[in-house]
């Protein structure tokens, strides 16, 4: 595998990562903080208060592991087709495997990146609470200078099990769901796309967009409860654990809690799955 193309993939999923970010620090206020009235309001006041800086908080570590957590996903993914149907990538055109056989892969692929995802994550919605403005002399100081600081300060205060805080409920979310985003891509290249033939980019673009809306949409209820626990440890613990965590929220805040960010998800989805998947497709070709 030439290296040039890796770090081309990783580039790629950057790129997609940044233009996603700025929806999912507002997700992520969203869902876990109740001094926000809806989207518009909470843009206004990060705006208002930390400049557009503070779209961007949390952004270092995601990118750092993009490479990481996306190679494991797409790369268990496919060895699990492997194993489960005998052919290639290269061969998945002319033999598509079955709607199930990719089903299990996805889900396979998604447990796993879901570990690997856990530390990093929980690190990016630490630091994309912190609403105090930066560098500013005589403000309040935010309680974790970065995310090296903020690693080993959970490291210091929560034990390495602090780390993966919420993994419980990430793994539900990434499961299933990411069992679905393959389906949904690998269904829609199928309808547009002549017998035999390779998806067009478009074809490529528009099915990873949708694959991404449609996984997020299923996800966001465990995502709530997700950062919701990832969240919990930082001044003592609200939760006695995830199925407390959903069942309070629930009784304060109604069935719609396990909705909030669904509308930021979905917007953020679609240009960064089909930045993802073009990316992907684009590097299989060219390794063939
Ligand atoms: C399964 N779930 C929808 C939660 C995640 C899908 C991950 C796909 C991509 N890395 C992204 O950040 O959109």
């Not at 518009?40 to 961007?56: A, M, N, P």
Request: proline fraction near 5%; charged fraction near 15%.
């Amino acid at each position: 595998m030439p290296v040039e193309e890796f770090v081309a993939g990783w580039i790629s999923g950057a790129v997609g990562l940044v233009l996603g970010h700025p929806f999912d620090t507002i997700k992520v206020r969203l869902q876990t903080q109740n001094t926000y009235q809806g989207i518009v309001d909470c843009i206004l006041k990060t705006y208002r208060h930390e400049s557009v800086l503070g779209f961007f908080k949390g952004m270092s570590f995601p990118i750092a592991s993009v490479a990481l957590v996306n190679s494991v996903l797409f790369g268990v993914y496919s060895n699990t087709l492997l194993a489960l149907t005998a052919t290639s990538h290269q061969e998945r055109r002319a033999q598509p495997p079955s709607y199930t056989n990719i089903f299990i892969a996805g889900c396979t692929g998604g447990l796993l990146q879901a570990y690997c995802l856990a530390p990093f994550d929980l690190i990016k919605v630490r630091l994309q609470n912190q609403t105090e403005p930066r560098m500013q002399i005589g403000s309040s100081q935010p309680r974790y200078r970065g995310p090296v600081h903020c690693a080993a300060s959970i490291l210091r205060e929560e034990g390495p099990q602090g780390l993966f805080r919420g993994s419980w409920a990430l793994v539900l979310r990434d499961t299933p769901t990411l069992g679905m985003y393959f389906v949904t891509y690998e269904g829609l290249c199928r309808q547009y796309t002549p017998e035999g033939q390779n998806p067009s980019s478009a074809t490529v673009l528009v099915a990873g967009g949708f694959a991404g809306i449609a996984s997020w949409i299923t996800a966001t209820p465990f995502d709530v409860i997700k950062s919701r626990m990832q969240m919990d440890g930082l001044k003592g613990r609200k939760y006695r654990g995830m199925l407390d965590c959903m069942a309070s929220s629930f009784q304060q805040e109604g069935i719609g809690v396990f909705f909030k960010g669904m509308t930021l998800n979905s917007a953020r989805a679609f240009p960064v799955n089909a930045a993802t998947f073009l990316s992907y497709e684009y590097l299989l070709s060219l390794w063939r």
